[in-house]
Protein backbone atom coordinates (compact mmCIF):
# COMPACT_ATOMS: atom_id res chain seq x y z
CA UNK A 1 0.00 0.00 0.00
CA UNK A 2 0.95 4.16 -0.85
CA UNK A 3 0.86 4.55 2.94
CA UNK A 4 2.50 1.75 4.40
CA UNK A 5 4.76 1.96 8.13
CA UNK A 6 7.86 3.36 5.62
CA UNK A 7 6.10 6.87 5.40
CA UNK A 8 6.01 9.52 7.48
CA UNK A 9 3.52 11.20 8.95
CA UNK A 10 4.84 14.75 7.00
CA UNK A 11 5.36 13.05 3.97
CA UNK A 12 1.52 11.07 4.29
CA UNK A 13 0.01 14.80 4.87
CA UNK A 14 1.80 16.30 2.21
CA UNK A 15 0.65 14.02 -0.61
CA UNK A 16 -2.83 14.31 0.80
CA UNK A 17 -2.93 17.47 0.36
CA UNK A 18 -1.53 16.95 -2.86
CA UNK A 19 -4.91 15.25 -4.01
CA UNK A 20 -6.83 17.41 -2.19
CA UNK A 21 -5.64 20.78 -4.04
CA UNK A 22 -6.02 19.24 -7.47
CA UNK A 23 -9.13 19.52 -8.12
CA UNK A 24 -8.52 23.42 -7.29
CA UNK A 25 -5.34 23.44 -9.88
CA UNK A 26 -7.53 22.14 -12.43
CA UNK A 27 -10.27 25.01 -11.97
CA UNK A 28 -7.43 27.77 -12.31
CA UNK A 29 -6.08 26.61 -14.78
CA UNK A 30 -9.38 25.83 -16.80
CA UNK A 31 -10.22 30.02 -15.69
CA UNK A 32 -6.98 30.99 -17.04
CA UNK A 33 -7.55 29.00 -20.55
CA UNK A 34 -11.46 28.63 -21.17
CA UNK A 35 -11.36 27.65 -24.50
CA UNK A 36 -9.52 24.79 -24.66
CA UNK A 37 -12.13 22.18 -26.84
CA UNK A 38 -12.00 24.86 -29.61
CA UNK A 39 -9.27 27.02 -31.33
CA UNK A 40 -9.77 30.36 -30.98
CA UNK A 41 -10.88 32.27 -34.74
CA UNK A 42 -8.20 34.52 -35.81
CA UNK A 43 -9.36 38.26 -36.34
CA UNK A 44 -6.42 38.25 -39.09
CA UNK A 45 -6.99 42.24 -40.56
CA UNK A 46 -9.14 45.10 -41.56
CA UNK A 47 -10.13 46.56 -43.91
CA UNK A 48 -11.90 50.19 -44.59
CA UNK A 49 -13.07 52.57 -47.21
CA UNK A 50 -15.97 55.06 -47.38
CA UNK A 51 -18.92 55.45 -49.59
CA UNK A 52 -21.01 58.84 -50.35
CA UNK A 53 -23.35 57.77 -47.03
CA UNK A 54 -21.14 55.90 -44.87
CA UNK A 55 -17.80 54.25 -44.11
CA UNK A 56 -17.91 50.18 -44.37
CA UNK A 57 -15.13 48.22 -42.20
CA UNK A 58 -14.58 44.77 -42.88
CA UNK A 59 -12.69 42.58 -40.87
CA UNK A 60 -11.18 39.53 -41.97
CA UNK A 61 -11.50 35.86 -39.80
CA UNK A 62 -10.19 32.76 -39.84
CA UNK A 63 -13.54 31.42 -39.12
CA UNK A 64 -17.53 32.44 -38.37
CA UNK A 65 -17.77 34.11 -34.92
CA UNK A 66 -20.45 35.78 -32.45
CA UNK A 67 -20.05 38.76 -31.31
CA UNK A 68 -22.30 41.00 -29.17
CA UNK A 69 -22.74 45.14 -29.69
CA UNK A 70 -23.12 48.17 -27.61
CA UNK A 71 -23.17 51.61 -27.65
CA UNK A 72 -21.10 53.86 -25.45
CA UNK A 73 -21.32 58.06 -25.16
CA UNK A 74 -18.61 60.67 -23.92
CA UNK A 75 -16.86 60.42 -25.88
CA UNK A 76 -19.14 58.70 -28.54
CA UNK A 77 -17.52 54.45 -28.67
CA UNK A 78 -19.67 51.35 -30.57
CA UNK A 79 -17.48 48.45 -29.65
CA UNK A 80 -18.41 44.82 -30.62
CA UNK A 81 -16.88 41.99 -28.35
CA UNK A 82 -16.16 38.82 -30.73
CA UNK A 83 -16.16 35.56 -28.70
CA UNK A 84 -13.74 32.79 -29.17
CA UNK A 85 -11.48 35.15 -31.03
CA UNK A 86 -8.13 36.52 -30.80
CA UNK A 87 -6.00 39.46 -32.61
CA UNK A 88 -3.62 38.02 -35.11
CA UNK A 89 -0.03 39.11 -33.51
CA UNK A 90 1.73 41.80 -35.16
CA UNK A 91 -2.11 43.49 -36.49
CA UNK A 92 -1.79 47.37 -35.55
CA UNK A 93 -4.16 48.36 -32.55
CA UNK A 94 -5.21 51.80 -34.01
CA UNK A 95 -6.86 52.22 -37.50
CA UNK A 96 -7.06 55.80 -38.04
CA UNK A 97 -9.75 56.69 -40.56
CA UNK A 98 -10.44 60.61 -40.15
CA UNK A 99 -13.74 60.67 -41.45
CA UNK A 100 -16.39 63.33 -40.57
CA UNK A 101 -18.57 60.27 -39.63
CA UNK A 102 -15.67 57.47 -37.94
CA UNK A 103 -12.52 59.13 -36.59
CA UNK A 104 -10.59 55.59 -35.60
CA UNK A 105 -11.08 51.50 -35.14
CA UNK A 106 -9.42 50.30 -32.34
CA UNK A 107 -8.96 46.15 -31.94
CA UNK A 108 -7.38 44.76 -28.75
CA UNK A 109 -7.92 41.43 -26.95
CA UNK A 110 -10.12 41.91 -23.99
CA UNK A 111 -9.72 38.71 -22.65
CA UNK A 112 -8.26 35.13 -23.50
CA UNK A 113 -11.26 34.30 -25.69
CA UNK A 114 -12.74 37.95 -26.62
CA UNK A 115 -11.64 40.36 -28.67
CA UNK A 116 -12.76 43.92 -28.40
CA UNK A 117 -13.12 46.45 -31.81
CA UNK A 118 -13.81 49.65 -30.82
CA UNK A 119 -15.04 52.26 -32.98
CA UNK A 120 -14.51 56.07 -32.42
CA UNK A 121 -17.34 57.87 -33.47
CA UNK A 122 -17.18 61.68 -35.03
CA UNK A 123 -20.99 62.04 -35.49
CA UNK A 124 -23.10 60.73 -32.46
CA UNK A 125 -26.13 60.80 -34.78
CA UNK A 126 -25.27 57.65 -36.36
CA UNK A 127 -26.66 54.24 -36.92
CA UNK A 128 -25.29 50.79 -37.77
CA UNK A 129 -26.08 47.58 -39.92
CA UNK A 130 -23.68 44.20 -39.58
CA UNK A 131 -23.58 41.10 -41.15
CA UNK A 132 -21.09 38.00 -42.05
CA UNK A 133 -20.12 37.04 -45.17
CA UNK A 134 -18.12 33.47 -45.90
CA UNK A 135 -15.44 31.86 -47.93
CA UNK A 136 -13.44 33.68 -46.92
CA UNK A 137 -15.24 34.96 -43.45
CA UNK A 138 -15.31 38.10 -42.97
CA UNK A 139 -17.67 40.65 -40.49
CA UNK A 140 -19.19 43.48 -42.03
CA UNK A 141 -19.92 46.40 -40.19
CA UNK A 142 -21.53 49.73 -42.19
CA UNK A 143 -21.72 52.82 -40.22
CA UNK A 144 -24.39 55.67 -41.64
CA UNK A 145 -25.13 59.22 -40.59
CA UNK A 146 -28.66 58.90 -39.83
CA UNK A 147 -31.49 60.02 -42.28
CA UNK A 148 -34.16 63.01 -41.40
CA UNK A 149 -36.41 61.71 -44.19
CA UNK A 150 -35.18 63.75 -46.73
CA UNK A 151 -36.27 62.20 -50.10
CA UNK A 152 -33.83 61.34 -52.54
CA UNK A 153 -33.78 62.22 -56.04
CA UNK A 154 -34.53 59.16 -58.72
CA UNK A 155 -32.94 59.00 -61.90
CA UNK A 156 -35.50 60.48 -63.87
CA UNK A 157 -34.99 63.34 -61.64
CA UNK A 158 -31.44 63.98 -61.79
CA UNK A 159 -31.69 64.11 -65.43
CA UNK A 160 -34.10 66.46 -65.67
CA UNK A 161 -31.79 68.45 -63.54
CA UNK A 162 -29.38 68.59 -66.12
CA UNK A 163 -31.77 68.45 -68.81
CA UNK A 164 -35.13 71.31 -69.53
CA UNK A 165 -37.83 69.55 -71.43
CA UNK A 166 -37.36 71.88 -73.97
CA UNK A 167 -34.06 70.43 -74.88
CA UNK A 168 -32.81 67.42 -76.59
CA UNK A 169 -29.53 66.08 -76.87
CA UNK A 170 -29.03 67.50 -80.33
CA UNK A 171 -29.31 70.76 -78.66
CA UNK A 172 -27.12 70.50 -75.13
CA UNK A 173 -23.59 71.39 -75.37
CA UNK A 174 -21.40 68.10 -75.00
CA UNK A 175 -20.41 69.10 -71.88
CA UNK A 176 -23.46 69.66 -70.40
CA UNK A 177 -24.57 65.78 -70.99
CA UNK A 178 -25.05 63.33 -68.38
CA UNK A 179 -22.17 61.05 -67.80
CA UNK A 180 -23.93 57.72 -66.74
CA UNK A 181 -21.32 55.53 -64.92
CA UNK A 182 -22.39 51.79 -65.01
CA UNK A 183 -20.57 49.46 -62.94
CA UNK A 184 -20.37 45.80 -64.28
CA UNK A 185 -19.42 43.02 -62.44
CA UNK A 186 -18.10 39.78 -64.08
CA UNK A 187 -18.59 37.31 -61.02
CA UNK A 188 -16.40 35.03 -59.42
CA UNK A 189 -12.61 34.79 -60.84
CA UNK A 190 -8.78 34.14 -60.12
CA UNK A 191 -9.22 30.71 -57.54
CA UNK A 192 -13.11 30.92 -57.38
CA UNK A 193 -14.40 29.53 -61.07
CA UNK A 194 -17.88 29.56 -60.40
CA UNK A 195 -19.86 27.35 -62.01
CA UNK A 196 -18.08 24.50 -64.43
CA UNK A 197 -19.60 22.93 -67.30
CA UNK A 198 -19.73 19.73 -68.22
CA UNK A 199 -16.89 20.56 -70.81
CA UNK A 200 -14.96 22.32 -68.52
CA UNK A 201 -16.03 25.32 -69.87
CA UNK A 202 -15.55 27.94 -66.68
CA UNK A 203 -18.45 30.52 -65.47
CA UNK A 204 -15.53 32.84 -64.64
CA UNK A 205 -13.94 32.93 -68.00
CA UNK A 206 -17.48 33.51 -69.38
CA UNK A 207 -18.15 36.07 -67.65
CA UNK A 208 -15.70 38.21 -68.03
CA UNK A 209 -15.64 37.63 -71.36
CA UNK A 210 -19.02 38.77 -71.98
CA UNK A 211 -18.36 41.94 -69.27
CA UNK A 212 -15.42 43.05 -71.79
CA UNK A 213 -17.49 42.90 -74.85
CA UNK A 214 -19.90 45.11 -72.97
CA UNK A 215 -17.71 47.47 -72.36
CA UNK A 216 -16.25 48.15 -75.95
CA UNK A 217 -19.73 48.11 -77.48
CA UNK A 218 -20.77 50.96 -74.91
CA UNK A 219 -17.27 52.50 -75.71
CA UNK A 220 -18.32 52.67 -79.61
CA UNK A 221 -22.07 53.48 -79.17
CA UNK A 222 -22.79 55.16 -76.35
CA UNK A 223 -20.00 57.87 -75.15
CA UNK A 224 -22.23 59.30 -72.95
CA UNK A 225 -21.94 56.09 -70.74
CA UNK A 226 -18.65 55.43 -68.84
CA UNK A 227 -18.53 51.32 -68.24
CA UNK A 228 -16.41 50.26 -65.18
CA UNK A 229 -15.41 46.57 -64.55
CA UNK A 230 -14.96 44.86 -60.93
CA UNK A 231 -12.43 43.08 -62.90
CA UNK A 232 -10.73 43.37 -66.24
CA UNK A 233 -8.82 39.93 -65.87
CA UNK A 234 -8.37 36.75 -63.85
CA UNK A 235 -8.61 37.74 -60.23
CA UNK A 236 -10.52 37.04 -57.32
CA UNK A 237 -11.97 40.03 -55.39
CA UNK A 238 -14.59 39.65 -51.67
CA UNK A 239 -17.83 39.94 -53.02
CA UNK A 240 -18.01 42.84 -50.43
CA UNK A 241 -15.38 44.89 -52.65
CA UNK A 242 -17.31 44.82 -55.63
CA UNK A 243 -20.30 47.09 -54.48
CA UNK A 244 -17.91 49.47 -52.58
CA UNK A 245 -16.12 49.63 -55.86
CA UNK A 246 -19.48 50.49 -57.26
CA UNK A 247 -19.92 53.31 -54.15
CA UNK A 248 -17.17 54.56 -54.48
CA UNK A 249 -17.61 55.60 -57.89
CA UNK A 250 -20.86 57.15 -57.28
CA UNK A 251 -22.70 55.11 -59.94
CA UNK A 252 -26.12 55.02 -61.53
CA UNK A 253 -25.96 51.14 -62.09
CA UNK A 254 -24.27 48.26 -60.75
CA UNK A 255 -25.17 44.66 -62.70
CA UNK A 256 -23.54 41.58 -61.55
CA UNK A 257 -23.01 38.98 -64.82
CA UNK A 258 -23.52 35.13 -63.98
CA UNK A 259 -23.82 32.18 -65.56
CA UNK A 260 -26.50 29.81 -63.83
CA UNK A 261 -26.26 26.07 -62.35
CA UNK A 262 -28.44 23.23 -61.44
CA UNK A 263 -28.09 19.45 -60.54
CA UNK A 264 -30.78 19.32 -63.21
CA UNK A 265 -28.60 19.07 -66.12
CA UNK A 266 -32.07 20.05 -68.12
CA UNK A 267 -32.51 23.04 -66.54
CA UNK A 268 -31.78 25.88 -69.11
CA UNK A 269 -32.83 29.64 -69.69
CA UNK A 270 -32.52 33.12 -68.71
CA UNK A 271 -33.17 35.11 -65.30
CA UNK A 272 -32.41 38.19 -63.73
CA UNK A 273 -32.36 38.69 -59.72
CA UNK A 274 -33.08 41.50 -57.21
CA UNK A 275 -32.21 41.94 -53.86
CA UNK A 276 -34.94 41.27 -52.02
CA UNK A 277 -36.40 38.00 -49.25
CA UNK A 278 -37.84 34.86 -51.10
CA UNK A 279 -39.54 32.20 -50.20
CA UNK A 280 -38.95 30.50 -54.11
CA UNK A 281 -36.71 27.11 -52.99
CA UNK A 282 -35.17 27.64 -56.40
CA UNK A 283 -34.20 31.34 -56.02
CA UNK A 284 -32.71 30.14 -52.64
CA UNK A 285 -30.70 27.51 -54.39
CA UNK A 286 -28.93 29.64 -56.66
CA UNK A 287 -28.17 32.30 -54.21
CA UNK A 288 -26.50 30.05 -51.90
CA UNK A 289 -24.65 29.09 -54.84
CA UNK A 290 -23.82 32.28 -56.04
CA UNK A 291 -22.72 33.05 -52.26
CA UNK A 292 -20.80 29.88 -51.57
CA UNK A 293 -22.74 28.53 -49.02
CA UNK A 294 -25.01 25.80 -48.22
CA UNK A 295 -28.84 26.35 -48.77
CA UNK A 296 -29.58 26.07 -45.12
CA UNK A 297 -27.09 28.71 -44.09
CA UNK A 298 -28.61 30.44 -47.14
CA UNK A 299 -32.45 30.06 -45.57
CA UNK A 300 -30.98 31.11 -41.54
CA UNK A 301 -29.39 34.72 -43.47
CA UNK A 302 -32.79 35.32 -44.47
CA UNK A 303 -32.80 36.85 -40.99
CA UNK A 304 -30.91 39.29 -42.27
CA UNK A 305 -33.70 41.22 -43.98
CA UNK A 306 -34.37 44.12 -41.97
CA UNK A 307 -30.93 44.96 -42.82
CA UNK A 308 -31.31 44.54 -46.46
CA UNK A 309 -34.74 46.45 -46.97
CA UNK A 310 -33.66 49.00 -44.58
CA UNK A 311 -30.57 50.10 -47.22
CA UNK A 312 -33.06 49.62 -49.93
CA UNK A 313 -36.06 52.18 -48.85
CA UNK A 314 -33.17 54.31 -47.27
CA UNK A 315 -32.13 55.30 -50.98
CA UNK A 316 -35.34 54.80 -52.54
CA UNK A 317 -33.39 52.43 -55.15
CA UNK A 318 -35.79 48.95 -54.74
CA UNK A 319 -38.52 50.08 -57.37
CA UNK A 320 -35.71 51.57 -60.14
CA UNK A 321 -33.91 47.88 -58.97
CA UNK A 322 -37.15 46.03 -59.75
CA UNK A 323 -37.38 48.29 -62.95
CA UNK A 324 -33.48 47.66 -63.87
CA UNK A 325 -33.79 43.62 -64.07
CA UNK A 326 -37.18 44.09 -66.15
CA UNK A 327 -35.62 45.57 -68.73
CA UNK A 328 -32.54 43.97 -68.55
CA UNK A 329 -34.30 40.65 -68.53
CA UNK A 330 -36.30 41.53 -71.58
CA UNK A 331 -33.97 42.94 -74.08
CA UNK A 332 -31.45 39.34 -72.97
CA UNK A 333 -34.90 36.83 -73.99
CA UNK A 334 -36.12 39.50 -76.70
CA UNK A 335 -32.64 39.45 -78.59
CA UNK A 336 -31.73 36.18 -77.82
CA UNK A 337 -34.91 34.73 -78.57
CA UNK A 338 -34.27 36.27 -82.65
CA UNK A 339 -31.37 33.48 -82.91
CA UNK A 340 -31.88 31.09 -80.13
CA UNK A 341 -35.28 29.92 -79.38
CA UNK A 342 -34.38 27.50 -77.10
CA UNK A 343 -33.59 29.55 -74.64
CA UNK A 344 -36.26 29.70 -72.16
CA UNK A 345 -37.32 32.96 -70.48
CA UNK A 346 -37.08 32.26 -66.83
CA UNK A 347 -38.09 35.79 -65.27
CA UNK A 348 -37.46 38.51 -63.03
CA UNK A 349 -37.11 37.00 -59.34
CA UNK A 350 -35.72 37.80 -56.12
CA UNK A 351 -32.81 36.33 -53.49
CA UNK A 352 -30.56 37.18 -51.13
CA UNK A 353 -27.45 38.03 -52.82
CA UNK A 354 -24.41 39.04 -51.13
CA UNK A 355 -22.73 40.61 -54.07
CA UNK A 356 -25.75 43.11 -54.53
CA UNK A 357 -25.99 43.97 -50.28
CA UNK A 358 -24.94 47.21 -49.64
CA UNK A 359 -25.39 48.84 -53.07
CA UNK A 360 -26.49 52.49 -53.31
CA UNK A 361 -28.13 52.11 -56.43
CA UNK A 362 -30.11 50.47 -58.34
CA UNK A 363 -28.88 47.30 -58.96
CA UNK A 364 -29.43 43.58 -60.51
CA UNK A 365 -27.96 40.21 -61.32
CA UNK A 366 -28.41 38.58 -64.67
CA UNK A 367 -28.13 34.97 -64.85
CA UNK A 368 -27.34 34.81 -68.81
CA UNK A 369 -27.74 30.91 -69.19
CA UNK A 370 -27.43 27.52 -67.74
CA UNK A 371 -23.56 26.29 -67.86
CA UNK A 372 -24.31 22.90 -66.12
CA UNK A 373 -26.69 22.14 -69.72
CA UNK A 374 -24.76 21.04 -72.24
CA UNK A 375 -26.36 22.96 -74.91
CA UNK A 376 -26.85 26.05 -72.91
CA UNK A 377 -22.64 25.48 -72.08
CA UNK A 378 -22.33 25.24 -75.69
CA UNK A 379 -23.68 28.70 -76.58
CA UNK A 380 -21.64 30.09 -73.95
CA UNK A 381 -18.29 28.81 -75.28
CA UNK A 382 -19.60 30.94 -78.31
CA UNK A 383 -18.03 34.05 -79.12
CA UNK A 384 -21.09 35.14 -81.07
CA UNK A 385 -23.43 34.13 -78.27
CA UNK A 386 -21.33 36.09 -75.98
CA UNK A 387 -21.27 39.33 -78.00
CA UNK A 388 -25.45 39.25 -78.28
CA UNK A 389 -25.43 38.70 -74.57
CA UNK A 390 -23.23 41.97 -73.92
CA UNK A 391 -25.49 44.05 -76.59
CA UNK A 392 -28.43 42.52 -74.89
CA UNK A 393 -27.23 43.99 -71.28
CA UNK A 394 -26.19 46.85 -72.70
CA UNK A 395 -29.56 47.37 -74.72
CA UNK A 396 -31.50 46.88 -71.25
CA UNK A 397 -29.11 49.32 -69.74
CA UNK A 398 -30.34 52.07 -72.16
CA UNK A 399 -34.02 51.18 -71.85
CA UNK A 400 -33.61 51.41 -68.64
CA UNK A 401 -32.58 55.30 -68.33
CA UNK A 402 -35.14 56.28 -71.23
CA UNK A 403 -37.30 55.15 -68.83
CA UNK A 404 -39.71 53.05 -71.38
CA UNK A 405 -42.55 50.79 -69.26
CA UNK A 406 -41.61 47.85 -67.98
CA UNK A 407 -43.38 44.90 -70.18
CA UNK A 408 -43.29 42.75 -67.07
CA UNK A 409 -41.96 42.22 -63.66
CA UNK A 410 -43.26 39.97 -60.74
CA UNK A 411 -41.61 40.30 -57.21
CA UNK A 412 -43.09 39.30 -53.68
CA UNK A 413 -41.73 42.00 -50.67
CA UNK A 414 -43.08 39.48 -48.20
CA UNK A 415 -45.79 36.80 -47.50
CA UNK A 416 -48.42 39.61 -46.76
CA UNK A 417 -47.78 41.66 -49.92
CA UNK A 418 -49.46 41.23 -53.06
CA UNK A 419 -47.45 40.28 -56.43
CA UNK A 420 -46.93 43.58 -58.61
CA UNK A 421 -47.33 42.95 -62.38
CA UNK A 422 -47.46 45.45 -65.34
CA UNK A 423 -48.89 45.33 -68.14
CA UNK A 424 -47.81 41.66 -70.37
CA UNK A 425 -45.35 41.99 -73.10
CA UNK A 426 -46.62 41.88 -76.63
CA UNK A 427 -44.14 40.08 -77.99
CA UNK A 428 -44.56 36.37 -79.18
CA UNK A 429 -41.20 35.65 -77.34
CA UNK A 430 -42.28 37.51 -74.50
CA UNK A 431 -45.43 34.93 -74.44
CA UNK A 432 -43.08 31.56 -73.56
CA UNK A 433 -42.60 30.87 -70.29
CA UNK A 434 -43.92 33.53 -68.49
CA UNK A 435 -45.48 32.09 -65.87
CA UNK A 436 -43.80 31.11 -62.45
CA UNK A 437 -45.24 27.85 -63.03
CA UNK A 438 -43.62 27.92 -66.28
CA UNK A 439 -40.71 28.72 -65.07
CA UNK A 440 -39.91 26.24 -62.49
CA UNK A 441 -40.74 23.22 -64.97
CA UNK A 442 -37.85 24.31 -67.27
CA UNK A 443 -36.07 23.06 -64.26
CA UNK A 444 -37.40 20.21 -63.45
Sequence with gaps: MIFSGEWSPVLRRAVCLFFLMLPAVFMIFAA?????????VEIKGLRHWAASDH?????????????TANKLQNPERLFFDVKNAKIK????????VNDNLLKSVRVGQFNASTARIVFDISNPSYEYKVFHLEDPSRLIIDIYIKKQGAAQPDDSAKEQAVKKPSEDAASVPPKQLLKRKIVIDPGHGGDDPGAVGPSNVYEKDVVLDVALKLRDAAAKQHPDYEIILTRDRDIFIPLDKRTAMANKHNADLFISVHANASPNRKARGIETYLLNWTNDEEAIRVAARENAISIKKMKQVQGELDFITSSLKRENKRDASIKLAGYI??????TTAESYSSVPDLGVKQALFYVLVGADMPSALAEISFISNPAEEKLLSSPKYRALLAESILAGINNYFRSSPVQKVSYTQDKSEPVKKTAPAKSQARKKSRTKTAALNARR
Design 32 to 40: AFPVCAEEL
Design 329 to 334: QNSLVM
Design 55 to 67: IRVVLDMSGPVEF
Design 89 to 96: KGLPPVFN
